[in-house]
């Protein structure tokens, strides 16, 4: 899977759009200083003749004019700061801003594409257009207990509580998570609400309906033409910091896939990369279906919660987008 140029000249705009906010930001703010403090405005005039001045001494090969201009350059560097406080502005007032300080807006950071870029195209790639939208109603936010009572609530309760761990402790302690109990019991909006968090956090996120990652793990690998795709997929699939497969166990699967499953559980596992699948599957039902060594990956890895009660989508009579 990979973007087409459109794509990739559409996030470059964006990136331009965002350097030329924030160098516009910093003329708005200029223009605000000097007028209030129009001494400011002649400190920074005189930075400038100062270098052309010293520019012809230096050219000349002067001796000590580097070390004078320095100094003399430092003491009026110092005087704008002064000014600039004394005239009510943050010292840091007329520092360039950038949206993002790693790469300083321009995506990359020495040739490399940076986090913010990574994340963005994954963003394009993957994040289906109603993503957004559902996260903006399935988020902490309108999170809900009502639906539970006693031990159902109880199990909530304790997997809402693991799942706040899970996000807060997410750089220090690497976990993975799997929700599994009957239709309609919370997984999926659980699953949202850490999607959502996460996102918000800065964190790249992959979100699959357990059919869609089967037919990715699948697609590309009989297609000989298609290797390079499947590599950049794979690349994607292996580096980003939370893959969520949600309904684990509707999916068509088969001895090829399986396999393929268990590559990628070993293979995030190994990278300590996260994961999260939710399933409506008991525990008896993953064994059945995938094999012994991936029950065994799961259980040996992976924090289970359990949820349980009353269908809430029926409660709500509310349908679900599939995606
Ligand atoms: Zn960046």
Redesign the pocket.
């Known amino acids: 899977m990979s973007l087409t140029n459109a794509q990739y000249d559409a996030i470059q705009r964006e990136y331009d759009a965002r350097q030329l906010k924030n160098r516009r930001l910093l003329e708005t703010r200029r223009a605000e200083v000097f007028r209030a403090c129009p001494a400011y405005e002649e400190a920074s005039d005189q930075v400038a003749s100062l270098s052309v001045a010293y520019g012809k001494r230096l050219l000349d090969g002067e001796e000590g004019a580097l070390s004078a201009y320095r100094q003399e350059l430092a003491g009026l560097l110092a005087r704008k700061e002064a000014l600039l406080v004394q005239a009510g502005f943050p010292a840091d007032y007329l520092e360039p801003s950038y949206d993002?300080p790693?790469?300083r807006d321009t995506?990359y950071v020495n040739g490399r594409r940076?986090?913010?870029?990574e994340r963005r195209v994954i963003r394009a790639l993957y994040a289906q257009s109603n993503l957004q939208e559902l996260l903006s109603a399935e988020n902490f936010s309108t999170l809900s207990y009502d639906y539970y009572k006693d031990g159902d609530l109880a199990n909530f309760k304790k997997a809402v509580e693991t799942s706040l761990s899970f996000i807060k402790n997410f750089r220090e302690e690497y976990r993975n998570l799997l929700f599994y109990g009957e239709v309609g019991t919370g997984k999926t909006f659980l699953s949202n609400c850490i999607a959502c968090e996460m996102l918000n956090q800065g964190y790249s996120v992959i979100y699959f309906s357990a059919s869609g990652f089967f037919n990715l793990l699948s697609r590309y690998s009989f297609d000989a033409e298609n290797k390079e795709m499947l590599y950049k997929t794979y690349e994607d699939l292996y580096n980003c910091d939370l893959v969520i497969v949600d309904d684990l166990g509707t999916e068509l699967s088969n001895a090829f896939t399986n396999s393929q499953f268990f590559s990628f559980i070993s293979e995030r596992l190994l990278r300590k990369k996260s994961m999260l699948i939710s399933t409506n599957l008991n525990l008896e039902e993953i064994k059945a279906r995938y094999s012994e060594r991936i029950f065994s990956r799961l259980t040996s890895n992976f924090i289970f919660r359990k949820f349980s009660g009353p269908d809430i989508r029926a409660c709500k009579n509310i349908s679900y987008t599939v995606y």
Do not use: A, I, L, T
């Open positions: 993002c790693e790469c995506g940076c986090r913010c870029y």
